[in-house]
């Protein structure tokens, strides 16, 4: 087991299987160092556990957590595609889409619910850069879709 993935086991978290693509992509791509997932839902054992616009039907806090399953999604893919995510030297970029009601302004502390992991998981290596976007709907009405950038060795 993975350094990454014993300190998920620590936190009582785990990586999913790797969810499968919902149309033609592939979930994780490596190239020259540089490896990037697909759009991540959260997934839980294949289904949303909720749907909906942020703001609206899907409360912020809950959203948080939600963009936390969308990055273990994420590591998932990342690991099916390295072999082990202890060759994750950095987190470079995560893009966090929120589905929001018109007047929800609160994308980057949803978006927080992924970034502390990362953080939590990969220490000084999993600060990085980020945008937290605002769109109106997403993939199977998902509130949240989130997309991750890493270098490997």
């Known amino acids: 087991m993975s350094r990454v993935e014993e300190r998920l086991g620590l936190m ?3 990586l999913p299987p790797v969810a499968a693509p919902v149309a033609a992509y592939v979930p ?10 697909s759009g991540q839902l959260p997934f839980v054992e ?3 556990p909720a749907t ?4 609206a039907e ?3 806090d809950l ?5 936390a399953l969308a990055v273990l999604n994420a590591l998932a893919a ?3 595609e390295l072999g082990d995510l202890d060759r994750v030297t950095r987190v470079l970029k ?12 609160g994308q980057p502390g949803v978006a927080n619910g992924a970034s502390e992991l990362l953080g939590e998981v990969f220490g000084d290596a999993g600060q990085h850069t980020r945008s937290a976007v605002g769109v109106a709907v997403l993939p199977l009405d998902a509130p949240v879709e989130l997309e991750v950038t890493v270098a490997y060795e």
């Open 78 to 80: 990342l690991k099916a």
């Open 28 to 37: 994780a791509l490596a190239h020259n160092g540089t490896a990037t997932t």
């Open 63 to 67: 959203a948080r957590e939600f963009a």
């Open 12 to 14: 009582g978290l785990g």
């Open 52 to 55: 909906g616009k942020v703001g």
């Open 94 to 105: 995560v893009t966090v889409f929120v589905a929001s009601a018109p007047d929800f302004t």
């Open 58 to 60: 899907v409360d912020a």
């Open 46 to 48: 294949g289904q949303l």
